[in-house]
């Protein structure tokens, strides 16, 4: 007799391994994100292109820090996992488990930069 | 083996323009891959600039003066439309996910919606912002 029910036998084995997981986290960082781009287009898009001293006065506010930051990390996982669907449809093989690699490196390496930048300019 | 081609058929996003005909619903599905992917280059553009911000006032010179230069101006004209495209396309995806709209008469309705509405929220953006 087997003491494992069905499902979690099931569960990994389909040709994706992670079953809705992907589907669900992008319906979740879509939602979050449907909320901080507006917010984000006027608080960082509205002080970009003033100068040196409003910029860094403006960021030690903590709404647009805190927007800013947010949108970056919501936004460079949902490009990473956006992204990662597009290159497994068109890239195959090597070149596209290498293709995710490198969109994966470069998601956390903006986000990591503009979250930084934005922490530094806060504090 | 009944299969003698295999390997060797056209696949299904190559298809399109040769042997399936551009549809409204396929243009706009394909834009949505298109603007989310382009707007790497806006953001890169963005997390520079904060660098740059965080940096000092030299390097934030530099940085300030390629992101509101005409090029710069064209990036993130384009990047606030493709914002746009991409956050409406995606608004369609979610009521498609969970069973709405799916019939071609109003997922095409709502194709115009989305490429009418992107247009006019840029021009909004751009006027505010």
């Known amino acids: 007799m087997r003491y494992l029910t069905d499902r979690k036998r099931a569960t990994g084995m389909g040709s994706s391994k992670s079953g809705t997981d992907h589907h669900w986290s992008m319906q979740v960082s879509s939602i979050a994100l449907i909320i901080l781009v507006p917010l984000f287009l006027f608080t960082t898009g509205w002080i970009i292109g003033a100068p040196y001293e409003e910029v860094v006065a403006y960021y030690s506010r903590p709404f647009p820090a805190i927007v800013a930051a947010l949108t970056f990390l919501v936004g460079m996982m949902h490009f990473k996992n956006g992204a990662q669907m597009a290159i497994e449809d068109y890239i195959h093989g090597l070149a596209g488990r290498l293709t995710i690699i490198g969109v994966t490196i470069l998601s956390y390496a903006i986000a990591a930069v503009a979250i930084f930048s934005v922490i530094r300019l806060a504090l | ?129």
């Open chain 2, 1 to 129: 083996m009944a299969d003698v081609n295999r390997g060797n058929r056209p696949l299904s996003p190559f298809m399109l323009g040769q042997y399936y005909k551009f549809q409204l619903n396929s243009v706009t599905s394909i834009l949505t891959r298109i603007t989310g992917n382009a707007m790497i280059v806006g953001a890169f553009l963005i997390a520079w600039w904060l660098l740059a911000a965080a940096s000092g006032e030299g390097y934030f010179k530099v940085v300030d003066y390629v992101i509101t230069s005409w090029i710069g101006d064209l990036v993130m004209f384009f990047s606030v439309l493709g914002l746009w495209f991409h956050s409406l396309a995606g608004l369609r995806h979610l009521a498609w996910d969970n069973g709405y709209f799916l019939d071609v008469e109003s997922s095409d309705k709502l194709s115009w919606g989305i490429i009418g509405g992107s247009v006019v929220l840029t021009l909004l953006t751009a006027i505010i912002v």
